[in-house]
């Protein structure tokens, strides 16, 4: 799954980029970059450790997150420019979009946006998106309404659904309901697919407060929820600075110094890729045994077919069924063995809709 950030120039999108990826890409003071930076982030899931322990499997493979921090783009945003050109085409192609607001007052950082409001930012950062969307559905209006003239008489009831359809998208976002919360049938939203709306993705805002402002977090991650929770975009709020240098500490060194900084447990790191991982509808299994624990994220309610393909292509082909456990059922009952003596080991067919933790052996041929 992939995650783009996007945001006005010097807002901090690299800090957090690196504070997720565990990365180093440059930061500083004024935009420079043009190329976006692109990480992998390994999702932590404690049941992970767990369950390399019980095995005592040699290796552990984490589910992963893809984030593409995409370049400040100055000229772009906030002059009704529009999003366009390689930015737009790497937020189409990314599964959810995270936006990153400044929210740190730095003398020393430039600050074309006049006066320090997370807020305000976002709330253009997603009229921008919104405004991409438009731009796009007012093009195939008007296409659709050119190819009225050449169409034949068989053709026209079609192109008439479209223009409906499209121009009921077109005055829906612009009272501001993306495209994501609109009332579409399964058969529209089918449709549309292709088109690939940014409104379309789950959007998560990041306000970056500044260590001077830790104390505020809190008050700001709740009143970022209270404005933006109707829109159906996820918010929090985090310290990039401090979780890009947290990131780069040995695992010990970072709990000594949150602890030490009485800062939450969960990382801002950690959370991010939970908020995405929730944005995106997506839940984990695994596969374990003493070779190796594997972490896997697959869309809730999916079943153990689609689960069996997340793995491999063939196990999907060649499904027979799937033994499958809970992953609480499991650590009770200590083996594997203990499980099917329990009863606690199923086996399930294709359709058996797969639970957040399940962990799953399945039998194939091909
Ligand atoms: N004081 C302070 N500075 C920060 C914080 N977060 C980022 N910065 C600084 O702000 C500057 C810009 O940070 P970047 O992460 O490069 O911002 P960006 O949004 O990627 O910038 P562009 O890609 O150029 O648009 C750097 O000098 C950072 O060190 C923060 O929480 N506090
Ligand atoms: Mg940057």
Not at 85 to 101: F, N
Not at 139 to 147: I, M, N
Not at 192 to 202: A, E, S
Not at 225 to 251: D, H
Request: one cysteine or more; aromatic letters at 6%.
């Amino acid at each position: 799954m992939q995650v783009g950030i996007l945001g006005f120039p010097q807002s901090g999108k690299t800090t957090i980029f690196n504070a997720a990826t565990r990365g180093t890409a440059a930061v500083s003071a004024y935009s420079s970059q043009n190329k976006p930076n692109i990480g992998v982030a390994k999702m932590r899931d404690p049941r992970l450790d767990t369950l390399t322990q019980m095995h005592k499997a040699p290796k552990v493979v984490p589910a992963e997150v893809v984030y593409v921090d995409m370049p400040g783009a100055p000229d772009e945003f906030g002059k009704s420019a529009g999003i366009v050109g390689e930015l737009l085409s790497h937020l189409q192609r990314s599964d959810a979009l995270m936006i990153v607001a400044r929210g740190f007052e730095d003398p020393s950082v430039v600050n074309e946006r006049n006066r320090i409001d997370a807020v305000r930012d976002i709330d253009e950062m997603l009229s921008e998106l919104a405004f991409a969307d438009l731009a796009v559905l007012e093009r195939r209006v008007q296409r659709v309404k050119d190819s009225f003239k050449g169409a034949k008489q068989t053709e026209r009831a079609g192109l008439e659904k479209e223009q409906a359809l499209l121009e009921k998208m077109q005055k829906e976002l612009e009272n501001e309901t993306h495209i994501r919360h609109q009332q579409l049938t399964p058969e529209e939203r089918k449709f549309i697919v292709g088109y690939k709306f940014l409104t379309d993705k789950p959007i998560i805002a990041i306000a970056n407060v500044g260590e001077e402002g830790i104390s505020k977090v809190d008050a700001l991650d709740e009143e970022m929820a209270a404005r933006f929770a109707a829109q159906g975009v996820t918010t929090g709020a985090l310290c990039g600075k401090l979780e890009m240098e947290l990131a780069q500490m040995s695992p010990e060194e970072e709990t000594e110094f949150r602890a030490e900084m009485a800062l939450k447990g969960e990382s801002g790191l950690d959370r991010m890729v939970r908020l995405c991982y929730e944005a995106l509808g997506q839940m984990t299994f695994f596969t374990a045994g003493p070779k190796e624990v594997h972490a896997w994220t697959v869309a809730k309610g999916s079943d153990a077919l689609a689960a069996a393909g997340r793995i491999h292509s063939d196990l999907q082909r060649g499904f027979i069924r799937a033994e499958v456990m809970g992953y609480e059922d499991f650590v009770e009952c200590g083996t594997e063995v203990e499980a099917k003596k329990r009863g606690k080991l199923r086996q399930e067919g294709k359709t058996y809709v797969m639970q957040d933790g399940d962990i799953i052996n399945v039998l194939f041929n091909v």
